[in-house]
């Protein structure tokens, strides 16, 4: 087949050679090109699940002739565990915790080739050993220091830096740290306070807090649970557990 930078379209026949300095059209997007690596990429996928699926059955086929007598519980404990693997193999995206990445089914999957650690500020470095030996080329941390440090329930710990996480460490050893320096969360007049005194004025308020209109539906949903209260200013904190309203 061939690709007419003309018509932007893939042809039988050759088509005439372009001009002089004319703009060729990228052949990645010519409705056909994308058409084709469509369909195989649903090829590959429905392969992986077959695959998959097929693996599944043979391990169910080889534990279920070895079931006899006392032996029962244990080898289905090893199938039910030997199933959760493969599934982990043929999956892109596995989320966990820190705790349980450290589980026997996920010492058995393949490595992972990126593995990253969202609230890496709030974890002591011990806690991160498990998730660490899963991944063979890349870890990424993802963190704020400013906010709560290295949860630990021990104070004798401190003495020895125990509740100094990982990403702290590296950031004091040197390592570049790429902050992401825009918040969408809170009202300006609230976020100037830890912006100058956490962050040093380095972070900034994002488009959608600086809108006049910014928390209106909030605003008067609050105002109308507390006619009588002047409300100045609502902070709107959410994290990964939850959200924290502040008036």
Do not use: W
Not at 12 to 32: A, F, K, S, V
Not at 94 to 99: A, I, Y
Not at 154 to 168: A, C, E, I, N, P
Not at 220 to 232: K, P
């Amino acid at each position: 087949m061939y690709v007419n930078h003309t018509t932007k379209k893939v042809q039988l026949t050759c088509p005439p050679r372009p001009n002089d300095g004319e703009e060729l059209y990228p052949t990645d997007q010519m409705p056909h090109y994308r058409g084709c690596m469509s369909s195989l990429v649903k090829y590959i996928e429905r392969h992986n699940d077959l695959h998959s699926k097929l693996l599944q059955l043979i391990q169910v086929q080889n534990v279920s002739a070895e079931i006899a007598g006392s032996k029962r519980s244990l080898l289905t404990a090893e199938l039910h565990q030997n199933l959760e693997t493969s599934v982990l193999d043929s999956t892109h995206i596995v989320m966990t915790t820190l705790g349980s990445s450290g589980s026997r089914t996920l010492e058995g999957v393949n490595q992972f080739s990126v593995i990253v650690v969202d609230e890496a500020a709030q974890s002591c470095e011990p806690s991160m050993l498990p998730a660490l030996q899963l991944g063979s080329n890349h870890c990424v941390l993802v963190g704020d220091p400013q906010q709560l440090p290295a949860t630990i329930f021990s104070m004798s710990g401190r003495s020895t830096k125990y509740d100094r996480s990982l990403f702290q460490r590296l950031e004091e050893a040197g390592h570049h740290v790429y902050m992401l320096n825009t918040q969408y969360r809170m009202h300006p007049m609230i976020s100037s306070f830890p912006r100058r005194i956490f962050y040093d004025g380095s972070l900034v308020d994002g488009p959608n807090v600086t809108k006049p209109d910014y928390g209106s539906d909030l605003k008067m949903a609050i105002r109308a649970h507390f006619r009588h209260f002047q409300v100045c200013a609502v902070l709107v904190y959410l994290s990964c557990f939850g959200s924290v309203i502040f008036i």
